[in-house]
């Protein structure tokens, strides 16, 4: 079985500052991972995902991620936050081998100070 | 435009009552899927189909039910055995395999127990 952990629950940042947003995950297969984003009372909407090749992926609104198989991590970055990035980030993974199911972490409240 | 709404945006029901909440897409995906937003807890899958006239049951389906009877619509119903209904009601759906493809949400409902 997978699972998913967001360690962080909430991250303020001041605007214009540099963000992590950690997840990691355990699985015993391959998986493919994602992140969402969510902003209040909307659907989520994919920022990006990796599948395979190389580590680094970059996604929409200029976040990108590092898959670090070692570590089974896949940590969310933003060089310069908006405040328009005030959301929650959900990531997730997905096995690769032919499966309907993700699993989600708890999400991570990304709060963008003036 | 090709997308997935959900009505209504707000739901409010007494308890002892079933409602029914409504999710169509246009997108022609053959999978669908009912999440459970709580605060703290990220999404809790309730149930998931692959094909019309089949479903299976997620994580969560005790006091939940969906039928599958169209290929763009997958309507969940919230019975009076669901102990604790207030929430945020995400539905998703994807093309199906690979488990690459990335779900797409729809905006949700929030149903609340007077």
């Known amino acids: 079985a997978q699972s998913v952990t967001q360690l962080d629950s909430q991250v303020p940042v001041f605007e214009e500052a540099p963000v992590e947003l950690r997840c990691n995950y355990s699985?015993?297969?391959?998986?493919?991972l994602f992140w969402y984003v969510q902003y209040p009372n909307q659907g989520l909407q994919l920022l990006l995902k990796?599948?395979?090749?190389?580590?680094l992926v970059k996604g929409i609104n200029g976040f990108e991620a590092e898959f670090n198989k070692s570590q089974t991590s896949f940590h969310l970055r933003k060089p310069s936050v908006h405040i328009s990035d005030t959301a929650e980030y959900f990531c997730?993974?997905?096995?690769?081998?032919?499966?309907?199911?993700?699993?989600f972490g708890t999400g991570t409240r990304l709060k963008v100070l003036a | 435009d090709g997308g997935i709404t959900q009505s209504p945006k707000y739901l409010f029901r007494k308890e002892g009552q079933n409602v029914t909440l409504s999710c169509e897409q246009n997108?022609?995906?053959?999978?669908m899927y009912w999440y459970r937003q709580d605060p703290g807890q990220g999404l809790r899958l309730i149930y998931y189909?692959?094909?019309?006239?089949?479903?299976q049951k997620g994580d969560i389906a005790e006091g939940y039910s969906v039928s599958r009877e169209k290929k763009e619509s997958f309507p969940l119903t919230v019975t009076s055995a669901q102990k604790n209904p207030t929430a945020f009601y995400l539905c998703?759906?994807?093309?199906?395999?690979?488990?690459?493809?990335?779900?797409?949400f729809g905006p949700g409902t929030r149903l609340t127990v007077l």
């Open positions: 998703a759906s994807r093309p199906g395999l690979p488990s690459y493809n990335e779900q797409f």
């Open positions: 699985s015993s297969v391959s998986v493919y």
């Open positions: 990796y599948l395979s090749g190389s580590t």
């Open positions: 997730a993974v997905s096995e690769t081998s032919g499966t309907y199911k993700y699993i």
């Open positions: 997108l022609n995906h053959d999978a």
């Open positions: 189909s692959q094909i019309v006239n089949d479903f």
